[in-house]
């Protein structure tokens, strides 16, 4: 049994409601990994407003984890070339250099992006950070130096604790990562997602007890959740299938309807 694959499609633009609403309803989405609701908003945003650069680099982190890095480049021909020069978007030309192992091209934009927001900016600091977390070419000690700096203009965010937990993960540092997992549940104690990131370095050790803990508290914390619902099923296809057929009625209803969804039923 092989874990989740995200499925990919034919790019639609759509036309969207309010575009602050919008943007917040898709951030949400992402949050919960339902990439899928989270594109089509956002591409109802960009094709309402096109120079919405935000937007534009939410979208890439949608495709990013969809597996459609040529999708990225192709929908960028739709960006104004008015907001091109914008710190979002040259983060989006950033991530992409980085993506193709460009790392000369990657910092020479996130440069520029960082120069417009004297580096002030904790949205685009974390932009870069993550940019660097995700691509197999990225800096990790690079990203917890923009991400300390983010903390400095935003202490409370447990977003950037949870990226700063990830860029220690890339280290390999399981006990730091715990750390900055443990202070995004300082600052928001029901944000399911930095529980789901310890159970995960728990799977890492074959923890069962210690990673099924963290899971539990996660979908305790919020029951929406969906990552931790499939991390639950799966520990439990392999063991009791009533309790995985359980686990695995609460993600699909937590998730984004697809194909997908239908074969592990199947399965």
Not at 18 to 37: H, N, V, W
Not at 69 to 92: E, G, M, R, V, W
Not at 95 to 103: D, M
Request: with cysteine.
């Amino acid at each position: 049994m092989k874990k989740l694959l995200l499925l990919t499609g034919p790019i639609l633009f759509l036309m969207g409601g309010p575009k602050a609403q919008s943007i917040t309803e898709a951030r949400k989405m992402m949050y919960y990994e339902r990439f899928d609701g989270a594109a089509h908003q956002l591409q109802n945003i960009v094709k309402a407003d096109p120079a919405n650069t935000e937007a534009w680099w939410l979208l890439t982190q949608t495709y990013l984890r969809q597996h459609k890095i040529n999708t990225i480049q192709d929908s960028l021909q739709y960006l104004p070339a008015a907001a091109a020069a914008q710190p979002f978007a040259l983060c989006i030309r950033g991530q992409l250099a980085l993506e193709h192992n460009q790392k000369d091209s990657a910092e020479a934009w996130f440069n520029k992006a960082l120069a417009i927001t004297k580096e002030k900016d904790p949205v685009i600091l974390l932009a870069i950070a993550k940019a660097h977390q995700d691509a197999d070419s990225g800096n990790a000690q690079y990203a917890l130096s923009l991400l300390d700096k983010a903390t400095k203009k935003d202490k409370h965010n447990p977003e950037i604790y949870v990226a700063e937990g990830d860029a220690y993960r890339k280290l390999q540092d399981g006990g730091q990562a715990f750390k900055a997992y443990q202070e995004a549940l300082n600052q928001d104690s029901k944000y399911a997602k930095a529980l789901y990131k310890q159970g995960k370095i728990f799977v890492t050790q074959d923890n069962a007890e210690q990673y099924l803990k963290y899971f539990n508290d996660a979908v305790a914390a919020d029951s929406s959740y969906a990552p931790a619902w499939y991390e639950l099923y799966y520990h439990y296809y392999f063991r009791d299938v009533n309790k995985a057929a359980e686990y695995l009625n609460h993600y699909i209803a937590n998730t984004d309807p697809g194909v997908q969804n239908d074969y592990l039923v199947t399965d």
